[in-house]
């Protein structure tokens, strides 16, 4: 029994009271520190240098855009049959060594807890080459890719979606298989059955209805984007049926370009149409194309590949003694009486990008003047051109450089040598093909091999090239190899100049 000395006093029962709030009001604190933690900060994978960070950093795609990494990480396995061996290799990715988690241009991101990947800049900015008779692939972080199949990449996930056979069931089977090895516990099963599946599912039937358009294009090929449609869909809604989109327009692939040697660029005409002469703006809409937001963009990220590529050298031809040294001399005559006006020039100083000295650099030329093929130059529009100038509205960076050109630009010509193909579509596969008139250049060839040929100066582009390799048609719309020719762009030269041309162009 109690006594009444047992009985808390007045003062022990208001003490008791205020312990109890104290201690609601930290259990508060904590669960909205935990919040916070788990759900609302995000994480990322930091890395010392620039290079590993352009290489693998994240840019902020994944939040918006990305799937969870064991999602990423079971769908290579889940369709083996279409995938084969090579996995996320067949579209192209790139593995810095065999047993890599994952390709370059794939980045991590924890968001609401989970650990999501997705794209970054170096996915569209990593080229490769092999010599002749040497099977060693080099890679180049900041040169064009020449194997990113991306077309083909973004066909799987839509097919993926309207599989019948991607179910709950099947993906946590397959995360938790051995290939895989997410070894999910009874908590992340329920999670990915009831939130990750249907969403997943959802975003892979979304992006088809998108992008539907795709499939009535022209292959794009290893090494080639169609920059702006995919844009138009997914950040404005534009209509892409037959009724609101030409032909011409449908079909405006081309090369992915090179990064490198971004601060002479500031204020010549970027991009491949000239629309943009801002660097700063140019990558910021590049990373949309990757999949940020102007909610998700992680600008502090962005801004260190900028500071990474404002100043990165070009490569070194990769085998100097391959040069003719005479021919060469000849060619550096040839190349600025011909060439440099458009495209700058190299001597003992390096590269000049002077646009008061070379006058036509950096600026476009008119599509009548050129003669290359329209799909491009089409594919870009004054209306598309206007909502672009609406993104990141309300902040400082808000877009306001990006205007329609008569026709396309023309760059410096630093490190030509790792650009093949060439033309803006990537048609023509050497420097030495680009010295003869449209009707000489081959018509039909073959991109995908990156054996490097020494002499012409480009990827092998025949049949029996190695690699995965894909017919490219110059009939096909969006794929012509016309233009950039007549006496102005020395294709009438002696063949022994142009020889001299190239020999040249090795060394800028």
Same mark, same amino acid.
């Given at each position: 029994?109690?006594?009444?000395?047992?009985?808390?006093?007045?003062?022990?029962?208001?003490?008791?009271?205020?312990?109890?709030?104290?201690?609601?009001?930290?259990?508060?604190?904590?669960?909205?520190?935990?919040?916070?933690?788990?759900?609302?900060?995000?994480?990322?994978?930091?890395?010392?240098?620039?290079? =590993?960070?352009?290489?693998? $950093?994240?840019? $902020?795609?994944?939040?918006?855009?990305?799937?969870?990494?064991?999602?990423?990480?079971?769908?290579?396995?889940?369709?083996?049959?279409?995938?084969?061996? =090579?996995?996320?290799?067949?579209?192209?990715?790139?593995?810095?060594?065999?047993?890599?988690?994952?390709?370059?241009?794939?980045?991590?991101?924890?968001?609401?807890?989970?650990?999501?990947?997705?794209?970054?800049?170096?996915?569209?900015?990593?080229?490769?080459?092999?010599?002749?008779?040497?099977?060693?692939?080099?890679?180049?972080?900041?040169?064009?890719?020449?194997?990113?199949?991306?077309?083909?990449?973004?066909?799987?996930?839509?097919?993926?979606?309207?599989?019948?056979?991607?179910?709950?069931?099947?993906?946590?089977?397959?995360?938790?298989?051995?290939?895989?090895?997410?070894?999910?516990?009874?908590?992340?099963?329920?999670?990915?059955?009831?939130?990750?599946?249907?969403?997943?599912?959802?975003?892979?039937?979304?992006?088809?209805?998108?992008?539907?358009?795709?499939?009535?294009?022209?292959?794009?090929?290893? @090494?080639?984007?169609?920059?702006?449609?995919?844009?138009?869909?997914?950040?404005?809604?534009?209509?892409?049926? =037959?009724?609101?989109?030409?032909?011409?327009?449908?079909?405006?692939?081309?090369?992915?370009?090179?990064?490198?040697?971004?601060?002479?660029?500031?204020?010549?005409?970027?991009?491949?149409?000239?629309?943009?002469?801002?660097?700063?703006?140019?990558?910021?809409?590049?990373?949309?194309?990757? $999949?940020?937001?102007?909610?998700?963009?992680?600008?502090?990220?962005?801004?260190?590949?900028?500071?990474?590529?404002?100043?990165?050298?070009?490569?070194?031809?990769?085998?100097?003694?391959?040069?003719?040294?005479?021919?060469?001399?000849?060619?550096?005559?040839?190349?600025?009486?011909?060439?440099?006006?458009?495209?700058?020039?190299?001597?003992?100083?390096?590269?000049?990008?002077?646009?008061?000295?070379?006058?036509?650099?950096?600026?476009?030329?008119?599509?009548?003047?050129? @003669?290359?093929?329209? @799909?491009?130059?089409?594919?870009?529009?004054?209306?598309?051109?206007?909502?672009?100038?609406?993104?990141?509205?309300?902040?400082?960076?808000?877009?306001?450089?990006?205007?329609?050109?008569?026709?396309?630009?023309?760059?410096?010509?630093?490190?030509?040598?790792?650009?093949?193909?060439?033309?803006?579509?990537?048609?023509?596969?050497?420097?030495?093909?680009?010295?003869?008139?449209?009707?000489?250049?081959?018509?039909?060839?073959?991109?995908?091999?990156?054996?490097?040929?020494?002499?012409?100066?480009?990827?092998?582009?025949?049949?029996?090239?190695?690699?995965?390799?894909?017919?490219?048609?110059?009939?096909?719309?969006?794929?012509?190899?016309?233009?950039?020719?007549?006496?102005?762009?020395?294709?009438?030269?002696?063949?022994?100049?142009?020889?001299?041309?190239?020999?040249?162009?090795?060394?800028?």
């Amino acid at each position: 029994m109690s006594s009444d000395n047992d009985r808390k006093t007045p003062v022990e029962i208001a003490v008791d009271r205020r312990r109890r709030w104290w201690l609601a009001i930290v259990m508060l604190l904590l669960l909205a520190v935990v919040y916070y933690l788990v759900f609302v900060n995000q994480y990322v994978v930091a890395f010392k240098s620039q290079s =590993e960070h352009f290489m693998h $950093g994240s840019i $902020g795609s994944e939040t918006a855009t990305g799937p969870p990494y064991w999602v990423f990480k079971a769908l290579p396995v889940m369709y083996a049959d279409k995938l084969g061996p =090579e996995g996320w290799g067949r579209f192209g990715f790139l593995y810095e060594k065999p047993d890599d988690d994952l390709p370059i241009g794939v980045s991590r991101r924890v968001v609401s807890g989970v650990e999501r990947v997705w794209l970054n800049c170096s996915v569209c900015h990593v080229g490769t080459y092999h010599l002749p008779g040497d099977p060693v692939r080099h890679l180049i972080p900041g040169a064009p890719s020449n194997n990113l199949r991306l077309q083909e990449f973004i066909r799987f996930f839509i097919d993926v979606g309207r599989d019948p056979g991607f179910t709950a069931d099947a993906l946590i089977a397959t995360i938790d298989g051995p290939k895989v090895g997410g070894d999910l516990n009874v908590f992340e099963r329920l999670i990915y059955r009831y939130v990750v599946f249907p969403r997943v599912k959802n975003a892979f039937l979304d992006l088809g209805t998108q992008l539907d358009f795709v499939k009535r294009q022209e292959e794009w090929g290893p @090494g080639r984007v169609d920059t702006f449609n995919p844009y138009k869909a997914l950040q404005f809604n534009f209509p892409m049926d =037959e009724g609101h989109i030409s032909g011409a327009a449908l079909n405006g692939s081309s090369d992915y370009p090179a990064i490198w040697r971004q601060r002479p660029r500031e204020g010549m005409n970027l991009h491949w149409d000239g629309n943009n002469d801002s660097v700063a703006e140019r990558n910021l809409s590049a990373a949309l194309g990757a $999949g940020v937001t102007p909610v998700t963009v992680d600008r502090a990220s962005i801004a260190r590949i900028e500071d990474w590529m404002w100043d990165l050298p070009s490569p070194q031809f990769p085998a100097a003694d391959k040069i003719d040294q005479a021919k060469a001399g000849q060619g550096r005559t040839l190349f600025l009486n011909y060439c440099a006006d458009c495209h700058g020039f190299k001597d003992a100083n390096g590269y000049s990008y002077d646009r008061q000295h070379f006058m036509r650099l950096g600026k476009t030329v008119p599509l009548d003047e050129i @003669g290359t093929d329209v @799909g491009r130059w089409t594919s870009y529009t004054e209306n598309f051109a206007a909502e672009q100038n609406l993104l990141y509205a309300g902040y400082s960076w808000r877009f306001s450089r990006f205007h329609k050109t008569d026709g396309y630009a023309n760059h410096p010509l630093d490190g030509i040598w790792a650009r093949s193909p060439y033309l803006h579509n990537g048609s023509v596969p050497t420097l030495r093909d680009l010295l003869e008139p449209s009707a000489k250049r081959p018509s039909v060839w073959f991109r995908g091999s990156d054996e490097f040929d020494l002499a012409k100066v480009g990827y092998r582009s025949d049949q029996a090239g190695s690699g995965d390799l894909f017919r490219y048609d110059t009939t096909r719309p969006g794929n012509a190899n016309t233009g950039h020719e007549g006496y102005r762009y020395g294709t009438e030269l002696p063949d022994a100049a142009k020889d001299a041309l190239v020999e040249y162009m090795k060394t800028l």
